[in-house]
Every structure is written in structure tokens, then in C-alpha cells.
């Protein structure tokens, strides 16, 4: 069983769901500390006037600090769901598919979830489905009991737990997993190459790096072809 261990990210760019494509068993890494810069909260789109970050705020600094990623609490006194929905209305209203897919993302946005995970999660859950991966199994690593240990090692309880036999990483990984516990484990270890075609995109210059919705938005039912390549569909 191939499987994914990886942190929850809002609106997260097409590399997560090549990821999520490629395993059979996608697990929400939540369980590890919030990292307060990272993409948890937070991704870009693109605009007439540039790169735009859509940020949903959570809970003070003082409050998230050591925190869990499943801990970690939306703070609505900020009306950040309506903020982001306008953004986006107001940079794709013109994007060919933006209506196929309004109601999806106005359903999500029209959502009040205290947990940042569960909104995230969700709706990356759903923009999965919608794009035509049906295959992928999901579970979130908090719902796996006894689970003890620092980076590598912890990993790979996890992945022995659920049966895995092969890791699929992201590439920045290589700076601190040990291959040779996967190796004596008996776990198959594989980075990915994150090397994707150019599809129409509003306001050039060309950005290969901003939320799936960009993609989602231009390309409607092929943004897979713009994912995966033709070797790996299953």
C-alpha cells in the first residue's frame, strides 16, 4: 500500500493533490505542532494586481505556540470567510469553470468551523473528489493510538501501523528523513518530482505555484491532465 503522511494546508497547490493521486492511503499529519509561517492557514492566488495571500486567522501567537495542528482554533471575530469567498469571486468571476464550482466553494465558505483542521481537511477532501480522485483512502494521524517518537521514527510507526510498504514524500524531506529506517523496516522510500505542464492562467506572468483553485478555475474537468502524467493514471 502506497501511503502519504502529510500536514493539512488550506487551499493547498496541485503538488499536494499529485500526492494525494499517488497514494493509496492519504494520512493528515495533525498531530505535530502548528507551524505558525507555514501553509496551514494560508495560501496565494493569483489577481489582476499580483499574487494575493488569503489567510485565515486563528487564535493569538501566545495561544498557538506549541499547539497542536488539531488543537489549533479559527478565530471568527475577523470575517475572513467572507473576505476570501469576495477575493476569489472577484479575481476568477471570469475564469471559464468558476461557476461549475461556486457553489462547492460558497458551501465551504458559508461553513463555521471552530477547528482550523476539520475546515481544511474537509474541503481538502472535497476539491479531491471533485477533480476525479476517487481511489484515495483518508484518515488523520490523531485517530492512530500509540503513537510515540521524534521525525523518522515516528513516521514510521505510523506507516507500520496501517500496513504501508511504500512512502511517498515531498522533496524538501531528504534534509531530515533517515532512509535507513524505512530501508529496516521493510518501507520503500520515494520522493516526488514536482514537474508540471503550464495551463491558461488570467494574469500573466505565469505562476506554477499558487492555489489548485487557479487550476481548478481555468482548466475544469482536465486539471488532473495538468497533474498527473498519462503513466501514472490508474
Do not use: C
Amino acid at each position: 500500500m502506497n501511503v502519504v503522511i502529510l500536514q493539512p494546508s488550506y487551499i493547498p497547490w496541485r503538488g499536494y493533490f499529485h500526492q494525494i493521486y499517488k497514494a493509496d492511503l492519504f494520512i493528515f499529519y495533525d498531530d505535530v505542532q502548528y507551524d505558525k509561517h507555514g501553509w496551514r492557514n494560508r495560501n496565494q492566488i493569483k489577481t489582476a494586481q499580483g499574487k494575493q495571500w488569503l489567510t485565515i486567522p486563528v487564535h493569538s501567537a501566545g495561544a498557538t505556540a506549541g499547539l497542536l495542528i488539531k488543537d489549533v482554533r479559527i478565530d471568527w471575530s475577523k470575517p475572513w470567510a467572507k473576505s476570501h469567498w469576495k477575493a476569489l469571486t472577484f479575481a476568477y468571476s471570469k475564469a471559464p469553470f468558476f461557476r461549475h464550482y461556486a457553489n462547492l466553494l460558497e458551501s465551504f465558505y458559508s461553513r463555521r468551523d471552530d477547528s482550523l483542521a476539520d475546515f481544511t481537511i474537509d474541503l481538502t477532501i472535497a476539491l479531491a473528489r471533485e477533480i476525479g480522485i476517487a481511489h484515495t483512502h483518508f484518515m488523520r494521524s490523531s485517530e492512530i493510538e500509540g503513537i510515540g517518537g521524534e521525525k523518522t521514527a515516528r513516521l514510521i510507526q505510523i506507516l507500520k501501523r496501517v500496513g504501508a510498504i511504500h512512502y511517498i514524500s515531498g522533496p524538501s524531506a531528504r534534509d531530515y528523513i533517515e532512509p535507513e529506517l524505512f530501508a529496516a523496516a521493510g518501507i520503500t522510500l520515494e520522493y516526488m518530482t514536482y514537474d508540471y505542464p503550464e495551463y491558461p492562467q488570467l494574469y500573466p506572468p505565469y505562476d506554477p505555484f499558487v492555489s489548485l483553485l487557479d487550476l481548478l478555475f481555468m482548466t475544469g474537468a482536465q486539471a488532473l491532465d495538468y497533474i498527473i502524467k498519462p503513466e501514472e493514471r490508474r
